[in-house]
């Protein structure tokens, strides 16, 4: 029999907040962090705003000689992991320590690192490189120095799906508490990816918003005008805990998960399946696996990225899937607020619905003014709703065609 699987502790950094209770208020209070690009010269491109995070560091909370060769993705990572190991009481000790895993993924790792060392390669030769490279960039990074941090000898290893790293990152925590391979998993996803050479690609794909002039309301989710979407960074991590361990040591628990399901389009490397087959099928099996109607969904923060193709096709496929209850549900994007947090994104949207949970409360889709007839749902227009919110889902996608969908209930 498969063990139930709860939430205990959260955390998060991303362009609204250095703590996950930060990050939840500015979503409530509909406070975009997007704003002018200032971590490279924005001059050279047609677009200039990102969501950055500011004015972070991470400090005594880590290991000086440890910080040394983390890159940036990392210190947002640990920085989310270790905020909610203290928000859940769990310590991981030598006694519990083969039984606690991380599993924290990222879409692109290291790359600021790679550069960097590239320059110093150019610059001033193969000697000056250093040999810690190789171990610090890669994408399980942030997997090895949480692990390393906290001493958890578990399962640990990386998901890498792009856009949809963080929600497979905390379904395959809940899969590997379910099964027994783990009684406690440190989750979730971390990204930083806001570098000159990525920012230009995706200005040469013209994927981007444009309206350098309006930052905050460049990035507009279901609405007739959007036109792209806007970068950002970031980290969401989540203690995941067996239930009737959490409920032993008198845990705070936020909610229980219960479904998730992962897939491919089989398709493109950048579109969606214009019927949505893949992320359909992902969003299906969710559903029958955490055993509850489609209209029991009370909440979905889908991947709601703004771009034309992927806002319509989720909207179809919630409708399909769902049926008139689809116009029950209430649906909200809060990539407005945070940005695109890349390979963080299914995290940091997954907190989104565990706060939802515990506070009864929903974040709105802001700069949503011009409804389009192909996305005729709820999406909480621009200010947030206190509602029952029972059951929440996240859903996200990837380039590569991947999709994954993360199923939240509320402990009775």
């Given at each position: 029999?498969?063990?139930?699987?709860?939430?205990?502790?959260?955390?998060?950094?991303?362009?609204?907040?250095?703590?996950?209770?930060?990050?939840?208020?500015?979503m409530?209070?509909?406070?975009?962090?997007?704003?002018p690009?200032?971590?490279?010269?924005?001059?050279?491109?047609?677009?200039?705003?990102?969501?950055?995070?500011?004015?972070?560091?991470?400090?005594?909370?880590?290991?000086?000689?440890?910080?040394?060769?983390?890159?940036?993705?990392?210190?947002?990572?640990?920085?989310?992991?270790?905020?909610?190991?203290?928000?859940?009481?769990?310590q991981?000790?030598?006694?519990?320590?083969?039984?606690?895993?991380?599993?924290?993924?990222s879409?692109?790792?290291?790359?600021?690192?790679?550069?960097?060392?590239?320059?110093?390669l150019?610059?001033?030769?193969?000697?000056?490189?250093?040999?810690?490279?190789?171990?610090?960039?890669?994408?399980?990074a942030?997997?090895?120095?949480?692990?390393?941090?906290?001493?958890?000898r578990?399962?640990?290893?990386?998901?890498?799906?792009?856009?949809?790293?963080?929600?497979?990152?905390?379904?395959?925590?809940?899969?590997?508490?379910r099964?027994?391979?783990?009684?406690?998993?440190?989750?979730?996803?971390?990204e930083?990816?806001?570098?000159?050479?990525?920012?230009?690609?995706?200005?040469?794909?013209?994927?981007?918003?444009?309206?350098?002039?309006?930052?905050?309301?460049?990035?507009?989710?279901?609405?007739?005008?959007?036109?792209?979407?806007?970068?950002?960074?970031?980290?969401?991590?989540?203690?995941?805990?067996?239930?009737?361990?959490?409920?032993?040591?008198?845990?705070?628990?936020?909610?229980e998960?219960?479904?998730?399901?992962?897939?491919?389009?089989?398709?493109?490397?950048?579109?969606?399946?214009?019927?949505g087959?893949?992320?359909?099928?992902?969003?299906?099996?969710?559903?029958r696996?955490?055993?509850?109607?489609?209209?029991?969904?009370?909440?979905?923060?889908?991947?709601?990225?703004?771009?034309?193709?992927?806002?319509?096709?989720?909207?179809?496929?919630?409708?399909?899937?769902?049926?008139?209850?689809?116009?029950?549900?209430?649906?909200?994007?809060?990539?407005?607020?945070?940005?695109?947090?890349?390979?963080a994104?299914?995290?940091?949207?997954?907190?989104?619905?565990?706060?939802?949970i515990?506070?009864?409360?929903?974040?709105?889709?802001?700069?949503?003014?011009?409804?389009?007839?192909?996305?005729?749902?709820?999406?909480?227009?621009?200010?947030?709703?206190?509602?029952?919110?029972?059951?929440?889902?996240?859903?996200?996608?990837?380039?590569?065609?991947?999709?994954?969908a993360?199923?939240?209930?509320?402990?009775?």
């Open positions: 029999m498969s063990r139930r699987v709860v939430i205990t502790g959260v955390g998060a950094v991303t362009a609204v907040g250095h703590t996950a209770e930060e990050t939840w208020q500015a409530l209070a509909g406070h975009s962090g997007i704003g690009i200032t971590l490279f010269d924005p001059e050279p491109y047609p677009i200039r705003i990102q969501a950055e995070v500011k004015n972070f560091e991470l400090g005594d909370r880590a290991d000086a000689k440890q910080q040394r060769y983390m890159n940036r993705s990392v210190t947002f990572g640990m920085s989310a992991a270790i905020e909610a190991l203290a928000d859940s009481g769990f991981v000790t030598e006694e519990n320590a083969d039984m606690v895993g991380v599993i924290f993924g879409g692109a790792g290291g790359t600021d690192m790679v550069l960097d060392h590239q320059r110093i150019d610059e001033k030769g193969p000697r000056r490189v250093t040999p810690f490279l190789v171990a610090n960039f890669i994408a399980d942030a997997s090895g120095h949480i692990a390393i941090h906290t001493g958890a578990g399962p640990n290893f990386a998901p890498v799906s792009a856009c949809a790293t963080g929600a497979n990152s905390l379904g395959e925590a809940f899969e590997t508490i099964r027994g391979d783990a009684d406690t998993v440190i989750t979730g996803s971390s930083a990816v806001l570098l000159p050479i990525y920012h230009a690609t995706w200005c040469s794909m013209r994927a981007l918003a444009g309206d350098n002039e309006h930052p905050d309301k460049a990035l507009k989710p279901f609405d007739l005008n959007r036109d792209g979407f806007i970068a950002g960074e970031g980290a969401c991590g989540m203690i995941m805990e067996e239930y009737e361990q959490a409920k032993a040591r008198g845990a705070k628990i936020y909610c998960v219960v479904g998730y399901a992962s897939s491919n389009d089989a398709y493109d490397m950048i579109a969606l399946h214009e019927t087959r893949g992320l359909k099928r992902a969003v299906n099996t969710a559903i696996k955490a055993g509850i109607a489609p209209s029991e969904i009370n909440y979905i923060n889908p991947h709601g990225s703004g771009t034309p193709l992927n806002d319509r096709v989720e909207t179809l496929v919630f409708k399909e899937i769902m049926g008139k209850a689809a116009y029950d549900a209430a649906i909200s994007s809060v990539k407005p607020i945070t940005g695109h947090c890349m390979g994104s299914g995290s940091v949207e997954a907190l989104a619905c565990v706060m939802a515990r506070d009864q409360r929903v974040a709105p889709t802001i700069n949503y003014t011009t409804p389009d007839p192909e996305c005729d749902l709820d999406y909480v227009p621009n200010v947030a709703r206190s509602m029952a919110v029972n059951i929440a889902m996240t859903t996200s996608v990837g380039l590569g065609g991947h999709n994954s993360v199923i939240f209930k509320k402990v009775q």
